[in-house]
């Protein structure tokens, strides 16, 4: 018998199905940059959300986050480059989820920081619980956001080896 063919959004995992998809890397013909005033556009690029984009975005293997989705039911996942992103940005800030999420919302840069079109950039609270919910779950999760949060690390070239005593 022939396997079927497989949709966008229907990918094989370890032979099961799971309604996971990875980001579509197409660029949008409404993304921000192309209404910005070059001023301020000259001013994006100039800050720290370019240099996430072009050297911490890349290094989130969506692949590896396949595990945390259901085998065919329910609907397709957030694009894990987006929602990892989110969690990353919110540590860095030290925001709430909440916050967080206002920023993703609202913030330019964080727009440009994960690639996202204004339209794009909404999560709800319960993705982001959900998400991490997953991460403490699954053991290959937990290596995989391990594996990725060096990887971003050491190419913002970020040491983590000391830390202030009297921060949280």
Known sequence: MEEP????????????????????????????????????????????????????????DEDLFAPLYCEDAGRPNRPVETVFGVLLLKEMFNLTDMEALDQLEFNLQWHHALALTPEEAHLCQKTLHNFRAGLMEHELARVAFAETTDRILAALGLKVNRQRLDST
Do not use: C
Request: charged share 25%; no cysteine.
């Open 5 to 60: 063919e497989q949709s966008e959004t229907v990918r094989l995992y370890n032979g099961l199905r799971l309604m996971y998809r990875k980001r579509n890397p197409q660029d949008s013909l409404f993304d921000m940059d192309y209404f910005l005033p070059p001023a301020k556009a000259q001013r994006l690029e100039a800050s720290w959300a370019e240099t996430f984009q072009h050297r911490a975005l890349p290094l989130i």
